[in-house]
DNA sequence: TGAATGATTTACT
DNA sequence: GTAAATCATTCAA
């Protein structure tokens, strides 16, 4: 069943980036395939208090304006000069709360999502990053601030695993709310990208 | 206008 | 384990 506006804006973020575990997002692709699956590993980003999160003290740029939209909308953006990444925007509009999709198991199109990777279909490397999710799914600038509540992207419901939590990943910059363990992931699950929490 | 840097991935030692 | 790749965004001046 397809996840409602409510489903998006009730919770809290951090609530949310557990509720999205077990989540499947379904995308379609101009090659007519469509690519899918559940997501498995996120982390939440708290708005204008979190020293992480690109909304920090408000920080409210062309990048970053879609984080500040209601919840249910897509923040995308670009790093490192080579990769995209992919947020669901969550709770009111005003509040710039997000949570990053960092891990999916794959379900439909491994075939479309080998391809556009360059690994085999078998490879846990397919959607085991943050940016590697956005390469096999098809996602840039094109689906920036797109709505899930209207499509073609969407987020269905789905069952979930055992949780685990650790701190996030690549945000020692931000001091001390780098300690703070708001990633969440599927024990257990292969296409986590860290398995074992923060090494390096 | 210029300089620094990043919510990463990949290849290599 | 370390380092290179590579450029949009950001902020200072």
């Known amino acids: 069943m397809k996840l409602r506006r409510g489903f998006y804006t009730r919770a809290d973020v951090l609530t949310l980036a557990r509720a999205l575990l077990?989540?499947?997002?379904?995308?379609?692709?101009?090659e007519?395939?469509?690519?899918?699956?559940?997501?498995?590993e996120t982390e939440a980003y708290l708005g204008a208090e979190d020293k992480a999160a690109h909304s920090y003290r408000n920080r409210r740029t062309a990048r970053t304006e879609t984080m500040f939209a209601v919840g249910g909308t897509a923040y995308v953006f670009f790093v490192y000069g080579m990769h995209w990444h992919v947020n669901l925007v969550t709770t009111r509009a005003g509040a710039p709360h997000a949570v990053l999709i960092r891990a999916i198991?794959?379900?439909e199109g491994?075939?479309?999502m080998a391809a556009r990777r360059g690994v085999a279909e078998t490879s846990?490397?397919?959607t085991n990053g943050p940016g590697k999710v956005c390469q096999a799914f098809g996602i840039g600038a094109e689906r920036?601030?797109?709505?899930?509540?209207?499509g073609p992207l969407v987020l269905i419901d789905g069952p979930r695993g055992r949780i685990g939590r650790s701190p996030r990943i690549g945000v020692d910059y931000a001091g001390e709310w780098a300690a703070r363990p708001w990633r969440f992931f599927e024990r257990e699950n292969r296409y986590v990208s860290r398995p074992r929490g923060v090494t390096s």
């Not at 077990?22 to 101009?30: I, N, Q, T, Y």
């Not at 920036?144 to 209207?150: A, N, P």
């Open 110 to 112: 491994l075939e479309l």
């Open 22 to 30: 077990g989540k499947r997002l379904v995308v379609p692709s101009d």
């Open 124 to 126: 846990a490397s397919l």
């Open 144 to 150: 920036y601030g797109v709505d899930l509540c209207r």
């Open 105 to 107: 198991e794959p379900l």
């Open 32 to 40: 007519g395939a469509r690519v899918s699956g559940r997501i498995v």
